[in-house]
């Protein structure tokens, strides 16, 4: 048997959604992550200082006593969005970021951004009061393959955009590609990235090969083995630029198998445990606490955090459930395809 022991890890993208489903997911994230940047695309989205502070207020009323769990919160990015509103929201520690999404990348994306020069202005007060953009990175082109929509955000949006406001803190969420942990590599400590922890196991095939499974469908959607290798080596390696951010995204099973299934990988249950094996497989153990609890606080300018988890990994492999129970309905856990020996000791 063996152990670790690291600082207690924070999720930089999940999504909790709301009401029933809230409830259900809440406790799987809040029992391995000290913090989580929420992510905003509820119905209607969270877009001003009041949503979310109701929202917040929803999280905290659906935590189970005795676990600690800090949710930041986060302001979704609308043509209209008021710069005042959101200023005051970062001023008051009601949000910690904001959220791009190009309208129509995405689940719940419509209200998103069409045209990013009407939220030019937007983005040079957040410059100014050093309040971080997250990035949905991919172009919504219908002209524009699937598998390169990151490739190409990264040309015609995001490295423009960080020529015209330099002193933007961006986060490029969730990168799949090489082309995206390269050009991460190639900028200034003022871009960071998350990984989620299935692009680090799956590449498309999972999506693809030998029947469609449509559990292993999210967005961005997992590219090819030599993608998922260079996200392996930018997870492990250390650099302080990268670190985790599930993409934990719950939809029901019937909305995921279906003719027209929703994007979106469940993962909150297991993920500590698949990173485990991961960093283990590649002999970088000793640098998941930098991935999962130390590069992102500081990316974000926080301390990290004081309480430690411990991860032991068992002889025989550890049962996960195949699927959890919401109020909502079934959500199926995302499956490593692996057996998994790891799990977090519960004091
Ligand atoms: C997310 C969701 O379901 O809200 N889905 C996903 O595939 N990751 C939205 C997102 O982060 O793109
Ligand atoms: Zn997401």
């Not at 989580?36 to 200082?49: D, E």
Request: aromatic share 6%.
């Amino acid at each position: 048997m063996k152990r670790i022991e690291i600082r207690k890890p924070d999720d930089w993208h999940l999504h909790l959604r709301d009401g029933e489903m809230l409830k259900g997911v809440l406790p799987h994230s809040a029992a391995h992550f000290a913090r989580a940047i929420i992510m905003p695309n509820l119905v209607p989205p969270v877009v001003r200082a009041s949503d979310a502070v109701a929202y917040r207020e929803r999280i905290m009323a659906a935590l189970p006593k005795g676990l600690a769990f800090e949710p930041l919160m986060t302001l979704y990015l609308t043509e209209t969005t008021d710069p005042d509103d959101v200023a005051a929201a970062f001023h008051h520690g009601i949000a910690t970021a904001v959220k791009l999404y190009p309208a129509g990348a995405t689940t719940n994306s419509a209200s998103g951004v069409r045209d990013i020069a009407k939220v030019t202005a937007m983005l040079e007060r957040m410059a100014e009061i050093g309040m971080p953009l997250c990035v949905h990175g991919e172009v919504t082109d219908a002209s524009i393959d699937i598998f390169d929509r990151e490739a190409v955000f990264i040309d015609r949006v995001l490295d423009p955009l960080r020529r015209k406001i330099p002193a933007l803190k961006i986060i490029m969420e969730h990168v799949t590609t090489s082309q995206g942990v390269d050009y991460v590599r190639s900028a200034d400590t003022l871009l960071g990235a998350t990984i989620t922890t299935h692009h680090l196991i799956i590449n498309r095939n999972a999506i693809l090969a030998g029947g469609i499974r449509p559990h292993y469908y999210c967005l961005p959607v997992a590219k090819r083995e030599s993608h998922r290798l260079a996200l392996r080596e930018a997870a492990t390696s250390g650099d302080r630029r990268f670190f985790l951010g599930t993409d934990s995204a719950p939809h029901v099973d019937p909305l995921k198998e279906c003719a027209c299934g929703c994007a979106g990988v469940f993962s909150a249950t297991n993920t500590m445990a698949c990173l485990a094996h991961v960093f283990e497989e590649d002999n970088a153990l000793d640098r998941l606490e930098a991935f999962a609890s130390l590069n992102g606080p500081a990316f974000y300018g926080l301390a990290p955090n004081e309480a430690r988890m411990t991860l032991v990994r068992r002889d025989e492999a550890v049962d996960y459930p195949e699927k959890i129970e919401t109020g909502a309905g079934p959500v199926t856990l995302f499956n490593p395809m692996f057996p998994i020996h790891w799990e977090v000791e519960t004091a």
